[in-house]
């Protein structure tokens, strides 16, 4: 008869977060950064059709790195429970920390119950009346929440990327200054090699502060180019 | 909500808010016997013209001889490109509406693209169905959509049965307690041609019309300033007209009937009229 090897809890958990760690680290990165009219949202995405950033909600906007079906079944549910919220309640009781919370706990018991854990990273923001009132939240594989203020990157690289970010952000810059920011830290730091990317490579979304009701917008490419150019 | 989220919110392959609420036990309908009185939406008018689409509605809410209410709105954006105005038991009606709004967004951010027109009458239609049991004990709705439709570059109007019938209308329809009169009056005035002005008068004649002969529904009170709510559609989205707008046009509109209480005549003999028709 067999005997079945003893592992540690320690080593179950330490082997789960470092597969989830490789399997969000091969993806391309994504920076969310605050400006002055709001949030803005880049992603290192060539694809027109799978999204990495997508609304959730009037002032709530979602971006993922990591496996697109894991991620797209989270984003879905944050639209059924902000939806749900609001249709219950009130749009204005739609909050963006309730919201993050139930991420936070389901992608908890994901990585305590489950064998496989979700390889994803998650970033949930709110544009608020000011800057000051913006608030950021990243979510990592094992539902620790992350209170973020200014610019947060997150995927292949992500070290590197906010690095380059610590560095160049203000608080106060207009979009165009933080776009360009985030699109040279992902071009710079994203890969081995630095490179130049354009328009065609990005996905690109705001949270607009001064936008009534819904305040999410994809920058389409000919915007895009306008901005990365002035 | 300190539990990690029920197997409802994981479900894959909807879009719909609405079968997503039934299957997480949240549907507020009830079925409730025994009959109630309670408040009555009633006119609603909407009319094609060149390059989009107009609703109106009055702002009256009649329970049996009783008006419950002078300044009710009726007539309510959908989304972007299409609204929906309501008549019959306003509650029900009111709630609706909201229901089909977050029905027509949860599909646009989950899909990441918009509805066909055709496809949001078609959910429409489906909502209504599920409002049937109520319908059966007098708590009937019936609302009046319509839209710009991007694809086929024009207005569109559709009108609903209690059982969830959708029906296309052509140029122009109204609905409620006030319908025939102010369907009389749109026929008179109705012509294709017609700018985005001259559509919105012809519904504020048309509601002054079912006002004339309804005691449900209401005329403009220049006294409190409660004037119809206009909707206009076009391939730039949707504008609720400004109330003083509104206001003006209804004034106006006032200052001629007394000149004449029946409002603009429709000529016969004249080529331009009797030519052709619509």
Redesign the interface.
């Known amino acids: 008869m067999s005997v079945p090897f003893y592992v540690s809890p320690e080593q179950i958990m330490k082997d789960k977060a470092d597969f989830a760690r490789k399997g969000i680290a091969r993806g391309r990165a994504v920076v969310v950064a605050q400006y002055s009219g709001g949030i803005v949202f880049v992603a290192e995405n060539p694809s027109k059709a799978l999204h990495k950033i997508s609304e959730i909600y009037d002032r709530i906007g979602f971006a993922a790195v990591g496996k697109y079906n894991e991620f797209e079944n989270l984003r879905v549910a944050g639209i059924r429970l902000a939806d749900l919220r609001g249709y219950s309640y009130d749009r204005d009781d739609v909050t963006v920390r309730s919201l993050a919370n139930a991420y936070a706990q389901t992608l908890g018991a994901i990585f305590t119950e489950t064998a496989k854990p979700y390889e994803v990273e998650i970033v949930v923001a709110e544009v608020g009346a000011d800057e000051a009132s913006d608030q950021i939240y990243r979510l990592t594989f094992d539902g620790s929440v992350a209170d973020e203020h200014g610019y947060v990157a997150m995927g292949g690289s992500a070290e590197a990327i906010a690095g380059a970010l610590s560095a160049a952000w203000q608080a106060g810059q207009d979009l165009g200054t933080s776009l360009r920011q985030a699109v040279h830290a992902l071009g710079e730091h994203g890969t081995e090699e630095a490179r130049t990317l354009t328009a065609a490579d990005l996905e690109v979304a705001i949270l607009g502060r001064s936008r009534p009701r819904r305040t999410f917008r994809r920058i389409d490419n000919s915007e895009l180019e306008g901005l990365l150019t002035s | 909500?300190?539990?990690?989220?029920p197997p409802?919110?994981?479900r894959?392959g909807t879009a719909s808010?609405a079968e997503?609420?039934n299957a997480?036990g949240?549907r507020p309908m009830s079925q409730d016997n025994g009959s109630v009185q309670a408040p009555h939406g009633t006119t609603i008018v909407s009319l094609v013209f060149d390059g989009g689409v107009v609703m109106a509605g009055d702002r009256r809410a009649t329970m049996g001889n009783v008006i419950a209410q002078k300044d009710i709105q009726k007539v309510f954006e959908a989304d972007s490109h299409s609204v929906i105005g309501i008549a019959g038991t306003a509650g029900i009606a009111v709630e609706l509406v909201?229901?089909f709004q977050?029905e027509l967004?949860?599909y646009e951010?989950?899909e990441?693209t918009q509805l066909s027109l055709e496809g949001k009458a078609n959910r429409l239609s489906t909502l209504l169905r599920g409002n049937l049991g109520m319908a059966m004990q007098g708590l009937a709705v019936v609302p009046l959509f319509a839209g710009y439709d991007l694809a086929k570059q024009r207005g569109r109007i559709f009108s609903y049965d209690v059982t969830g019938g959708r029906y296309e209308e052509h140029d122009f329809y109204a609905v409620g307690s006030g319908s025939t009169f102010a369907r009389g009056s749109l026929k008179k005035l109705f012509h294709i041609d017609a700018n985005s002005d001259q559509a919105v008068r012809i519904a504020l004649e048309a509601l002054y019309d079912a006002a004339d002969d309804d005691s449900a529904t209401g005329g403009p009170d220049l006294a409190r300033r409660i004037f119809p709510v206009v909707a206009v559609v076009t391939t730039e989205g949707v504008t609720i007209m400004n109330e003083d707008v509104i206001a003006q046009e209804a004034q106006r509109m006032v200052d001629e009937r007394m000149q004449r209480p029946n409002g603009p005549r429709a000529r016969i003999g004249d080529a331009a009229n009797t030519g052709g028709g619509e």
């Not at chain 2, 909500?1 to 989220?5: A, K, P, Q, R, T």
């Open positions: 909500m300190s539990d990690s989220l409802a919110f994981h894959i808010f997503f609420l997480a949240q909201r229901l977050v967004e949860h951010k989950i990441g």
